[in-house]
């Protein structure tokens, strides 16, 4: 039976993604049916007419989120999210499209703050460092040959990218962005033109949030 990590190496990773962007997350484009997904997302808690009930947040920008949902929601329809705990923010759903709804705040949340993380939770767990959406080009180097890529989302661990070139899991590699010091890494998945880095070293979460907000 696989484990967690063969899937990892196999199949792409779907994540909770966060942006600076005001604009409502766009509705999801439609997957290949035979990829495989592997997907992570971050729980939040709608309060719709007096009631509370989960979702899971695919992408939230400044302006509002996407969310998968269980239950049938309607456009212009009120509602509150609950990102963290007691803190609620008021807005209405703007699209409907199957599971997923895209939700416009009526204010713009600060995204730096609801990035920040607890190093460690009271129960002991280490939460997963969330992902920011970015679209820059950068270098890859791989051995000796050096590569040009378009960057997806990035997080304190890890880099989403596209690429012509095809990549292998477990392979070492180099990426150079822009304004910012090369990272070293090595590559955890491939499939269909997107893969996944994780880096070698955590980079302090200061460090990129001084990098998004400059580049």
């Known amino acids: 039976m696989p484990t967690e990590g063969m899937l990892l190496m196999t199949s792409a990773l779907e994540e909770t993604t966060f942006s600076f962007s005001r604009d409502v997350p766009a509705r999801p484009p439609e997957r290949r049916r035979e ?18 009930e989960l979702c899971l947040i695919r992408n939230i920008s400044a302006g509002g989120l996407m969310a ?10 009120r509602l509150s999210v609950e990102l963290k705990t007691n803190d609620q923010v008021s807005g209405s759903v703007t699209w409907c499209d199957g599971s997923n709804i ?5 204010e713009p949340i600060d995204v730096e703050e609801l990035l920040t993380v607890e190093p460690v939770l009271p129960n002991g767990w280490k939460p997963r460092l969330p992902r920011v959406e970015i679209d820059r080009l950068a270098t890859l180097r791989v051995g000796a040959a050096i590569h040009w890529v ?15 070139q095809p990549l292998e899991p477990g392979q070492e590699v180099v990426l150079s962005l822009e304004k910012f ?3 070293p890494g090595a590559v955890r998945w491939y499939q269909d033109g997107f893969a996944g880095i994780a880096f070698n070293q955590v980079i302090p979460f200061r460090e990129l949030m001084i990098w998004l907000k400059e580049s």
């Open 102 to 106: 895209g939700v416009g705040f009526d």
């Open 68 to 77: 998968h949902v269980y239950s049938t929601f309607e456009e212009g329809q």
């Open 181 to 183: 010091r090369p990272i």
């Open 150 to 164: 378009n960057t997806r989302d990035i997080s304190q661990g890890g880099i989403k990218i596209e690429t012509d």
């Open 35 to 52: 990829a495989r997904y592997l997907t992570i997302l971050r729980v939040g808690t709608l309060i719709v007419d007096g009631r509370r």
